[in-house]
């Protein structure tokens, strides 16, 4: 998996290509979330457009990555999610968990 | 779609869930399987190889992960074998209880059961856990398979 970061107004972005699967793209999910944290950031936004599969190791880092931002007091949110990954939320109710946005636009504002 | 039969032996490393998955992949879909069921079955399969070599073997490259396939009259059915201590199913967590909702494992063999028609578990000739699964695969439109 291929991570890009960037940072519009203080809100810093990682967009994920590839797959978010076990072994190796949910260990740089962590790793690019933990760097974020140690550098300060408490706004993360997750770009999720050119993911082309996730696993259950993949959610579970997702979820990990929310539940740790949660409890510094950050915010993570998720942006367009492709439908078969939107898919994968859905099944185990995590979509009611995250605060999904269908543009980087409305995910911005809503910081 | 004629019939096509896959037997594939790997060694416990998470990089071999990759490998297991594209070999069924590239099966299927010389078999004509549409795209949608080669990715659920895919990533059913990805769930079962890596609970195969995380749980079952517990990450011991020296026990091995054993994978048969077999695509035939619209169905693709997958065993896929470990050779763990065993385990029993029904102790797995309910992921959609609201106190396991968080949890950052668990979800892997929920996922199965959603992506595939029928799965069920069994103990493996190895001692080990044994996995069979089984999915109706839709076949690919006439007009993709000609592009």
New interface residues.
């Given amino acids: 998996m291929k991570i890009e970061k960037r940072a519009v107004g203080g809100i810093n972005i990682l967009e994920l290509e590839g797959k978010i699967?076990?072994?190796?793209g949910d260990v740089a999910l962590r790793e690019a979330v933990q760097q974020l944290l140690a550098e300060g950031a408490d706004k993360i936004l997750i770009h999720l457009e050119k993911v082309t599969?996730i696993?259950?190791?993949g959610?579970?880092?997702l979820?990990?990555a929310f539940?740790t931002v949660t409890n510094r007091g950050g915010k993570l949110k998720l942006v367009n999610l492709p439908p078969?990954v939107n898919d994968?939320l859905q099944?185990?109710?995590?979509i009611t968990?995250f605060e999904v946005y269908d543009t980087e636009e409305e995910a911005l504002a809503s910081f | 779609m004629s019939e096509r039969q896959l037997h594939l032996t790997v060694g416990s490393r998470?990089?071999n869930?990759?490998l297991v998955q594209s070999a069924i992949d590239e099966a299927m879909a010389e078999r004509g399987a549409d795209q949608d069921s080669r990715?659920w079955v895919?990533?059913a399969v990805?769930?079962a190889v890596?609970n195969a070599i995380?749980h079952g073997n517990r990450l011991d490259p020296s026990k091995r992960v054993d994978v048969e396939v077999r695509i035939d009259g619209g169905f693709v059915e997958i065993r896929v074998s470990d050779e763990g201590e065993g385990f029993d199913p029904a102790e797995v967590r309910d992921?959609?209880a609201p106190e396991n909702?968080?949890?950052?494992?668990g979800?892997?063999i929920?996922?199965m059961r959603?992506f595939m028609d029928e799965v069920s578990y069994a103990a493996a000739a190895s001692g080990g856990t044994s996995v069979l699964m089984r999915k109706r695969i839709a076949a690919e439109p006439a007009s993709s398979q000609e592009q």
Wanted: glycine share 10%; hydrophobic share 35%.
């Fill in positions: 699967t076990i072994g190796k599969t696993d259950s190791s959610v579970g880092e979820v990990s539940t078969k994968i099944i185990t109710q995590l968990v | 998470f990089e869930v990759e990715h895919g990533l990805r769930e890596a995380k992921p959609l909702l968080f949890r950052t494992n979800r892997g929920f996922y959603r």
